[in-house]
């Protein structure tokens, strides 16, 4: 007979329960060691997020920079030793960061449009190209340190062991 810990109930027949979608187990001794987490110190949770911030000062406002802001956030959440708390923790960093690497893209290519309009022929791109290009730069210094702020509220909750997610942020990687 199948136990769920959570529920207390008979779970049925499959490995998780329908209820809740707790694992289920046949005795109350496997509950006991299924219920509690792996233990986490928080570290690896934190270094997702402040990765991204010592990538940011390393190359602040260069295009490489905003290609590998990603990398520390997949490490950490592909790594064999990182807990389902730092791994949590990584995939919110990951998330955020996939999210500001395609903002980032869709202002390039419009300086892109922009350039090739002027390119063509048509007078009006220039001007056009320095205001959008102008502002481009505004918006995206302001998204990056907004991004800043983010994350070392996401290392200090890492830290805290407190779950934290992005605000602003899509979730591509669940």
Request: proline share 2%; hydrophobic share 50%; with cysteine.
């Amino acid at each position: 007979m199948a136990y769920c810990a959570t529920c207390e109930k008979d779970g049925g027949s499959g490995k998780f329960c329908a209820t809740c979608g707790k694992q289920i187990v046949t005795t109350e001794a496997e509950a006991k060691v299924v219920d509690q987490p792996v233990a986490s110190s928080g570290k690896a949770g934190m270094w997702a997020h402040l990765g991204a911030i010592m990538l940011v000062v390393a190359g602040y406002l260069t295009f490489v920079t905003w290609f590998i802001l990603w990398l520390p956030g997949l490490i950490i959440r592909n790594s064999r030793t990182a807990s389902e708390f730092d791994r949590r923790h990584a995939t919110e960093s990951l998330n955020f960061q996939l999210t500001a690497l395609v903002l980032f893209g869709i202002f390039v290519l419009g300086d892109i449009a922009i350039l090739v309009a002027g390119s063509a022929g048509f007078q009006e791109a220039g001007p056009l190209f320095v205001i959008y290009g102008l502002s481009t730069l505004a918006i995206v210094f302001i998204f990056q340190w907004i991004g800043v702020v983010f994350a070392i509220l996401g290392s200090v909750n890492a830290a805290s062991l407190r779950a934290y997610r992005y605000p602003l942020s899509f979730r591509f990687v669940k």
